[in-house]
């Protein structure tokens, strides 16, 4: 039996139920590594950051690009948007992509402690997501295959 972290048995006990799971925590927390590490166990999966260039301008130009995925079988795709919160419409964005495509893919967003700001105002995204925060660092010698 593989060895698993308490974020990987969360990360399925949430994603089980919902399409969409926003992953927050402080910098350095092992957010992207633990993203990564998700994805490894979807055939089919799609990594995003905000902080390459070339992502950004993806999204600017065709904000449904992830649906482009050349798939590797028919299992349900992960998409993964890290740091996506520095888009500034990027609520308004995540509500159109989950209305539209929820049934066809799984996405997992993550970036800092402020992705909770969408529950303070603005557009909801109210019963849409589940927010799962990291509180601290993860040491890298727990993750086994």
Do not use: C
């Not at 050349?70 to 964005?93: A, C, Q, T």
């Not at 929820?102 to 849409?128: N, P, T, V």
């Amino acid at each position: 039996m593989k060895k698993r972290t308490p974020y990987i048995n969360v990360w399925k006990e949430l994603s089980h139920d919902k399409a969409m799971i926003f992953l927050a925590g402080p910098r350095q927390s092992g957010k992207t590594t633990l993203t990564k590490i998700i994805a490894v166990s979807f055939s089919n999966n799609l990594y995003w950051s905000w902080d390459i260039t070339n992502n950004r301008t993806h999204l600017l130009q065709d904000p449904e690009f992830f649906s482009h995925l050349v798939r590797k079988d028919n299992s349900v795709p992960l998409i993964i948007f890290d740091e996506l919160h520095k888009y500034k419409d990027w609520k308004n964005y995540l509500k159109g992509v989950y209305d539209e495509f929820s049934d066809e893919f799984k996405f997992l967003i993550s970036g800092s402690g402020r992705l909770d700001i969408y529950q303070r105002g603005g557009d909801s995204l109210a019963g849409r997501d589940i927010i799962f925060f990291i509180s601290f660092p993860l040491p890298l010698q727990n993750w086994a295959a």
